[in-house]
């Protein structure tokens, strides 16, 4: 490959969950061109307007292509960067991170983790071993400001974390969404490229699409019914739905049935959420909650599913559990049309077996005494573990593809956290809110220079699907594994030289000789140095991805298992391979004590004793409540400087209904005054009857041009950071994480 010879070129779209095939046209040097790819066997062409911008994030003057070391601060106290090579660079994080441990002992050094290390392979591979390498306590990430409440619910259900049902969109004859609105998102923990043509799809075939949302969302539009719900508030819908599928009999269906405990003390604990009581609670007249649990009920097949509206609330783990427990007791969990697992291609192969039931709380945050899950605090206690005095206090944080000041709780004070901090590093390609705060902050190549796999989609992807891309353009930029690696060696002390193959190959040959040592992998009881030498691959992640595809469940077994997968299969098949629609995993999946799924293995019962308690408050409720809301051309907070995504109207806008507007005398472009517990903006009014009355949005991501960011576009297009508003000392209980919809305000004109 030279980077000069005209070609197209196919590749996955690293955006964001759908994972659409792109096609890309390479001329002079530069993308020409890039369009949906037509022949990829899952997005069939499909893309969105983000799929081309691919192009101009590559070309961002804005983006980072050396290190950046900061070198105090000017009159105004914005920070000054130099550009540095790798080698300062480096020498710098090792000189900040010793510092810190020399004064503070390691406890003091905390890690964030952000959205887009979800769609980087390097960072998929390499992450969890920077993670232990800093041997950092306090690891924080945006899985508490997003899906938290799915791991939790699926841990207690399914013994696992990483085991979580997707719609099976493509067999249902019943589509319920509810918190989720895919037109605009595309979809999430659930992929699967033009949602919006599945769900057409869903009526074109005779079916049904049900939304509840309190927004008419663009989803809401295009379904059979709308319901608008009260923000918070889903739990009591679901409960009463449980209720009613309980008491008319629709229940104990598909094979689930078999080892599925817990369905009479699920009739005693949801029996007083009667039809009249969600209704109380959620806005939906009862008789209509009544319908929507007879319709499921009655469904040949109905995939229930829920996404952010449903997580990032007071109840989200309560609620998703609920979500499982309609599809548990309908017959629809793990049944095509229902909620299905998929199998990755990467998973490892182990016999079914019985595991420890599901824990969290093994460690507690420091200030605020939350429980540990899935090895992280909540992000919405960050600022207090930085801010707050005492030993164990945070005084030096490692970011990795994250925008904590602006996309978790508490903005201003998380902004006031960061900048309170000893040392910072930021892998990052941007620098902006967040890593405006670093020491030092190393960027990675951009999206084109990496090659691409989907690790974590792959085990959310309504079709069993992988597609490998290399990278489109060379770079002289060391790759993101190398990066993490290189980080890894300096917090073990190799010091800032250290070579960070060294670390690839300890991951490669403890990948294989975990393999070695399973008796139902492909590779058991082989020669260990046999196997290393046949790993394929360019970089270290490739290869690491080579060792974990060829030991999977399709690999070749290096050579036990002719025609079976693996990196080389996956380079002749540049529009990806397709292994078919999701089969049924259970009980195989289960790793739960006796591998039985136990509907009350976690604190169901008493977190809905909990809702019950604020059922009261609910029906008797004046305040508005803010709830979120996303754009197509957005993409959290970190792609509002390509002036093809930010352009035309700004989008940063307050919406409320009508009636809201009359009564507090604001007209559409007035500014208004939002307040909450922790903070206040002013953002620009839009009147629209798309929220439901007594209910305001206000999209995230946004309140760019923070001084010493270096991001020209956004600044000019900067809204407002609806994060400000976001009450850290609100969270779901179970889970952690953050309440970002359903937040009380009070909005005056400004
Ligand atoms: N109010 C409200 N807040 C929300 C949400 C909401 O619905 N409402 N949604 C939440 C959700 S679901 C999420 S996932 C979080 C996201 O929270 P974060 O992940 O913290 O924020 P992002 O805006 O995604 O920032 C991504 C960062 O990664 C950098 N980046 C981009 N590509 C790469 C790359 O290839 N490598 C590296 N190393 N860095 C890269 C960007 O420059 C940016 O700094 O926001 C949450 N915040
Ligand atoms: N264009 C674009 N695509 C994205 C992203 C992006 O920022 N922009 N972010 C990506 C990420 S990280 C994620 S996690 C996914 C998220 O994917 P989705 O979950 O589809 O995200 P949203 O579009 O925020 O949809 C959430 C919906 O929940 C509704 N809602 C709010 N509160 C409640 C409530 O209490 N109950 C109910 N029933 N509904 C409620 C909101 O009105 C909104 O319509 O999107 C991904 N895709
Ligand atoms: S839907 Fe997502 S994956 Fe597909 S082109 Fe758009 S951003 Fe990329
Ligand atoms: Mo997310």
């Known amino acids: 490959m030279t980077d000069t010879a005209d070609r197209t070129v196919f590749r996955t779209c690293p955006l964001c969950e759908a994972t659409c095939g792109l096609e890309i046209e390479i001329k002079d040097g530069a993308v020409k061109r890039i369009r949906g790819d037509r022949d990829d066997v899952f997005s069939r062409g499909f893309i969105c ?13 804005d983006r980072l292509r050396k290190p950046l070391v900061r070198r105090g601060f000017d009159e105004s106290g914005a920070p000054v960067f130099e ?88 067999r249902t004859d019943l589509f319920v969404c509810i918190g989720a609105n895919p037109y605009a998102s595309n979809g999430s923990i659930a992929t699967a490229p033009d949602f919006p043509g599945r769900i057409e799809a869903v009526q074109a075939r005779g ?78 007249a009862a008789p209509a909650i009544e319908a929507l649990a007879d319709e499921i009920g009655a469904a040949a097949s109905a995939a229930v599913y829920g996404r952010i509206g449903t997580c990032t609330v007071e109840f989200g783990t309560l609620t998703t559990w609920l979500l499982d ?67 164990g206090q945070l005084k030096m944080m490692v970011t990795v593809a994250g925008n904590p000041v602006l996309s978790c709780p508490d903005g201003d004070r998380m902004d006031e956290a960061f900048a309170a901090l000893e040392a910072m590093i930021s892998v990052d390609i941007y620098l902006n809110e967040t890593t405006r705060h670093a020491s030092v902050i190393l960027p990675p190549p951009g999206s084109l220079e990496k090659s ?79 196997l290393v030498a046949l790993v394929d691959g360019d970089t270290g992640a490739e290869r690491v991805l080579d060792a974990m595809l060829r030991t999977g469940p399709r690999g070749d077994g290096f050579g036990a298992v002719p025609g079976g997968l693996s990196l080389s299969l996956l380079r002749e098949h540049p529009h990806g391979i397709d292994f078919g629609a999701l089969e049924p995993r259970l009980p195989g999946l289960l790793r739960t004590p006796e591998a039985r799924i136990d509907l009350f293995a976690g604190p169901f019962a008493a977190d809905l004793t909990r ?30 400087n390509l002036p093809v995504l930010v352009k035309g109207k700004p989008r940063c806008t307050l919406q409320l209904h009508p009636e809201n507007a009359a009564d507090l005398g604001l007209v559409d472009g007035d500014a208004a005054i939002v307040r909450s517990r922790v903070g206040e903006l002013t953002a620009p009014v839009e009147v629209t009857d798309t929220v439901m009355p007594g209910v305001v949005s206000l999209p995230h991501g946004w309140g760019h041009g923070k001084p010493g960011a270096r991001m020209g576009v ?23 994480n953050a309440v970002l919809n359903g937040i009380p305000v009070e909005v005056v004109p400004a």
Do not use: C
């Open 49 to 61: 307007p983000k799929g081309s911008t691919l192009k101009h994030l590559h070309e961002d003057p």
């Open 83 to 170: 550009e540095v090579d790798w080698a300062e660079a480096y020498a710098e994080a090792d000189r900040v991170l010793r510092e810190v441990r020399d004064a503070h002992g390691n406890e003091a050094v905390g890690m964030y983790l952000g959205n887009p290390g979800a769609h980087v392979l390097g960072a998929a591979t390499h992450t969890r071993h920077l993670i232990k390498a800093l041997g950092a306590g306090a690891v924080f990430s945006a899985s508490t400001v997003d899906q938290m409440p799915r791991h939790v619910a699926s841990g207690y259900l399914y013994g696992s974390g990483g085991s979580m049902p997707v719609p099976d969109i493509d």
């Open 207 to 284: 079916g049904r699409v049900i939304v509840i949302d309190p927004r008419r969302s663009r989803t809401a539009e295009q379904a059979d019914l709308h319901l608008s719900i009260k923000p918070g508030t889903d739990a009591v819908l679901l409960a009463a739905v449980v209720r009613r599928l309980l008491e008319t009999g629709h229940v104990g269906r598909g094979h689930v049935a078999d080892f599925l405990d817990g369905i009479d003390a699920l009739r005693v604990a949801v029996d007083s959420f009667t039809a009249d009581v969600a209704a109380a609670a959620t806005g939906i």
């Open 325 to 391: 427990a309609i599809a548990l007791l309908t017959g629809n969990l793990d049944e095509p049309g229902g909620m299905m697992f998929p199998q990755p291609s990467h998973e490892r192969v182990r016999a079914g077996k019985a595991g420890r039931p599901y824990r969290v709380g093994r460690r507690h945050s420091r200030v605020n005494n939350r429980p540990e899950v899935q090895g992280e605090f909540p992000v919405a206690d960050l600022p207090d573990e930085i801010l707050e005095p005492g030993d």
């Open 452 to 530: 691409h796999y989907d690790v974590n989609f792959t085990n959310l992807s309504i079709r069993n699907v992988a597609n490998f891309s290399p990278a489109v353009f060379e770079t002289e930029m060391p790759s993101e594994e190398d990066i993490l690696a290189t980080l890894a060696l300096i917090a073990l002390g190799f010091g800032p030289d250290a070579d960070p193959d060294a670390l690839h190959d300890q991951v490669i040959s403890g990948l294989l000789q975990a393999e070695i040592e399973t008796p139902e992998s492909p590779v058991a009881g082989r020669d260990l140095d046999e």
């Open 611 to 640: 809702l019950t308690g604020r059922l009261a408050e609910w029906s008797d409720d004046s305040r508005l409540r803010l709830v979120g809301r996303r754009h197509l051309r957005s993409n959290n907070s970190w792609m509002h």
């Open 714 to 736: 956004a600044a000019e297009h900067a809204g407002v950071n609806s994060n400000v508003l976001t009450d850290p000392s609100i969270i779901d209980p179970l889970s952690g």
